[in-house]
């Protein structure tokens, strides 16, 4: 007699997402229908796509684009998945169970690839103001295939034998190689994060602007580009410049797609307004008028007009109407032609306040009376964070304002957008989302990385630029949540408006994962790893957190604790995901989990102590309970 088959759940995968196998699987979605005939065993043969696109490449021919030494090893880096995990710290956190932003602490390049399952395809913004590339100002792993270990050395979780960070300095070789491979693999896992109506805003000076261009040219394509934006940055000229004063930095936008993304209006300024008024009392309300006539040629642009008051108008020499004889008479017809109060002007075109767009378009060209200057930055960063040393001020800064009309045209006051800066130095970022919010009634939420980066000399209360930026973070939402106190609407609501933050730290993960491609002989080892492999320095919300990031699910997620069958599970968005970490798993538990109904359980796989038929029967019971709602769980070990 056969014993029956023995079910095994499915093994939980730990690693952040395989971002080049997504990519196959997203290619072939793309192709199969249109050109079914590409497909050979499984594979893309790229040659006969080529041939049905009527395409011919001679392999032997040089191709256009940016190539540097390096370009290559990016894709690797970029394909590797990593192995670590974001765990939260509580007690540095800002009303930690409610806020819906996140700040990490952590090598953005290992955190970019974290946050691939949980936020992929949803942020709305991405604004980043990455090192320019001057010589000795960005930090970067010497070894890009071991940036957790370089990461983990630098912050000094490893000692003093392990790998260390180092500057580009613009004497070694490849200067501007290392940059554009430093900024290559972070641009591509960024890219996978913006919404298909999202964009990226990216500050950058003179050095490296033309090479970021082509750079984002080949990740977000050349047919995205959005617009460079001229940034005055100062106020006044350094009359010690040895050539020319640089009054100006640039930031370049890509949108994720341009076909679908477009810049919301900003809001016009009072002496915009003002421009509107109604001086015939017109039922339609305010109105500006605007010239009729127009340089370029227009066949029926020629005509006489006659005005109210019996003068004749004829378009000028070297210009025309811009409208033809039978649509004036009827704007005249209509009230919209303005002939001045005493019906003898030259007439305008009438252009009502409630007719125009509810905004202005923004324009390439932004000064500092309007977004801020350095110094205007470097004044809001000392205003939040007590210094001890001068030394430790840092001198490239964006002002806030900078950063809020960025925000004005990159997102959507309430409609929950989310802002992703992964070189958030000093959290400008995360300080201006506050205050758009404030101003605007917003719910932006903010997600900053930064590097854990040591100041030039320690202080008591903030030793690296990650500090800093945390401790700018809890001192302006301070200031917001007292204003808002302060001014409580009509009917006495208090503002909702969210001033804090989860802090989060790269680590290596909670569970010592098994290497399958480990050259190690001691196969005893590894066989253990794979029964008990939970670190005993974790903690339950640390092994939480890992499960819900790996899963798909924001770190903000709201989670709650449920008793089942005398166990303590938690439970993640109204119960979709429950997680147990209990190392005594019974038939009764496995039960109660079931009658929860939910759409994922998570198990430690040593909560079954190796007992085989629980697991099988555990597996019976969650597919028996699925059947009988008609829906599917999934049901994991880990």
């Known amino acids: ?54 395409i011919w490449v001679d392999p032997g021919k040089e191709r256009f684009g940016l190539n540097w030494p390096g370009k290559a090893e990016c894709m690797r880096i970029v394909q590797q998945p990593s192995v670590a995990t974001l ?74 034998g392990g790998r260390r960070f180092s500057t580009n300095a613009d004497s070694a070789g490849r200067y501007h190689s290392r940059w554009l491979t430093m900024m290559y693999p972070r641009l591509y896992l960024a890219r996978n994060l913006l919404r298909e109506d999202g964009a990226i805003f990216i500050s950058i000076d003179d050095n490296e602007v033309g090479r970021l261009r082509e750079l984002c040219d080949q990740i977000f394509g050349e047919e995205n580009f959005v617009a460079t934006v001229i940034w005055q940055k100062v106020f006044s000229p350094k009359n010690s410049a040895a050539y020319f004063s640089e009054d100006h930095d640039y930031i370049v936008i890509y949108a994720r797609n341009k076909e679908v993304w477009r810049p919301a209006l900003l809001p016009r300024s009072d002496s915009a307004e003002s421009r509107y008024e109604n001086p015939d009392d017109d039922a339609r309300g305010a109105w500006t008028s605007g010239d009729l006539l127009a340089r370029n040629f227009y066949g029926k642009g020629t005509y006489e007009v006659t005005g109210p008051g019996g003068k004749k108008f004829s378009n000028p020499k070297g210009s025309y109407w811009r409208v033809s004889k039978e649509n004036f008479d009827e704007l005249n017809e209509d009230g919209r032609i303005w002939w001045g109060s005493d019906g003898n002007n030259m007439p305008r075109l009438k252009r009502f306040l409630s007719e125009v767009k509810q905004g202005v378009v923004p324009q390439t060209l932004w000064k500092y009376t309007d977004v801020g200057h350095t110094q205007e930055a470097k004044k809001e960063l000392l205003e939040y964070v007590a210094f001890e040393n001068t030394e430790n001020v840092l001198n490239s800064l964006k002002p806030t304002r900078l950063l809020r009309r960025a925000m004005q045209i990159g997102t959507r006051a309430n409609e929950g957008d989310i802002i992703l800066d992964f070189f958030a130095g000093s959290a400008s970022t995360g300080h201006a989302a506050m205050l758009q919010n404030a101003e605007d009634g917003g719910n932006r939420r903010f997600i900053l990385v930064q590097l854990p980066e040591p100041l030039p000399t320690e202080e008591a209360s903030v030793r690296t630029i990650a500090d800093l930026g945390k401790s700018r973070l809890r001192k302006a939402g301070q200031v917001l949540a007292a204003e808002a106190e302060a001014k409580l609407d009509l009917a006495g609501k208090r503002s909702e408006m969210d001033t804090g933050f989860r802090l989060l730290r790269l680590d290596r993960s909670n569970f010592r994962i098994w290497d399958g491609d480990s050259q190690s002989s001691d196969i005893g080892a590894q066989l253990e790893l794979h029964v008990d492999h939970v670190s005993e320095a974790s903690s339950a919300q640390d092994i939480l957190f890992e499960l819900m990031l790996k899963s798909g699910f924001l770190p903000t997620t709201a989670v709650s604790t449920e008793i089942l069958a005398g166990t303590e599970v938690f439970s993640i968005e109204g119960g979709a995901l429950l997680i147990c970490l209990a190392k005594q798993i019974t038939p009764e538990l496995i039960d109660a989990l079931a009658e929860a109904n939910p759409l994922q359980v998570i198990c430690l796989d040593e909560g079954f102590k190796g007992n085989d038929q629980l697991k099988t029967n555990a597996v019976q019971t969650f597919k028996a309970r699925a059947q009988a709602e008609e829906s599917e769980i999934v049901f994991k070990t880990v």
């Not at 940036?147 to 630098?154: E, G, I």
């Open 1 to 54: 007699m056969n014993k029956p088959e023995q079910a095994e759940p499915e093994k939980m995968d730990l690693h952040s997402m395989d971002v080049a196998a997504e990519k196959r699987a997203e290619l072939r979605r793309s192709l199969e229908d249109a050109f079914p005939g590409v497909f050979t065993e499984g594979a893309i043969d790229f040659d006969q796509l080529k041939r049905e696109l009527g």
């Open 87 to 160: 765990k939260p710290v509580p007690d540095q956190s800002v009303n930690f169970d409610t806020t819906g932003n996140v700040f990490i602490e952590g090598d953005n390049l290992e955190v970019l690839k974290l946050l691939q399952k949980s936020y992929f395809s949803k942020i709305k913004m991405i604004y980043i103001d990455p090192p320019y590339n001057t010589g000795n100002e960005f930090i970067y792993p010497d070894k890009f295939a071991e940036t957790l270990d370089t990461y983990l050395s630098y912050t000094n979780q490893l000692d003093s």
